[in-house]
């Protein structure tokens, strides 16, 4: 499978953003898919996390309100809605299927077999 993620870019604090991840090479109606994302110098951290047929959703506590994961399975793309972004939200955003463990609100990137490249998001104060 393929990962493609777009959607990034520069936004005001307050503002929204959303992020697609585009899937080909195979359908992943049936997989679950999780968006990362990575500041400078920090880790990759998990951001939120959906079930392969978008029945369940999970979330980081420091995103939770405030950015919603969606899929639509026809167009073999999974959503990150992000709002009432904050400066702190500067990353690049990354996202991944084949998950490897159950679903939780502390996955890591370590849960995840395949990974997309990434697209920044800026949030400026």
């Known amino acids: 499978v393929q990962l493609q993620a777009s959607g990034g870019g520069l936004a005001q604090a307050g503002g929204s953003l959303r992020l697609s991840c585009a899937a080909s090479?195979?359908?992943?109606?049936?997989?679950?898919v999780g968006w990362f994302r990575q500041a400078p110098g920090k880790e990759r951290e998990f951001v939120a996390a959906?079930?392969?047929?978008?029945?369940?959703?999970y979330y980081a506590h420091s995103v939770e309100g405030r950015i919603t994961i969606s899929r639509d399975n026809a167009k073999n793309t999974v959503y990150l809605q992000m709002n009432s972004l904050k400066p702190e939200d500067t990353a690049v955003y990354y996202c991944?299927?084949?998950?490897?463990?159950?679903?939780?609100?502390?996955?890591?990137?370590?849960?995840?077999?395949?990974w997309g490249q990434g697209t920044l998001v800026t949030v400026s104060s």
């Open positions: 991944a299927t084949d998950v490897k463990t159950s679903y939780s609100a502390e996955m890591t990137a370590a849960d995840f077999g395949s």
């Open positions: 090479g195979r359908t992943i109606s049936n997989y679950g």
């Open positions: 959906i079930t392969g047929r978008g029945k369940n959703s």
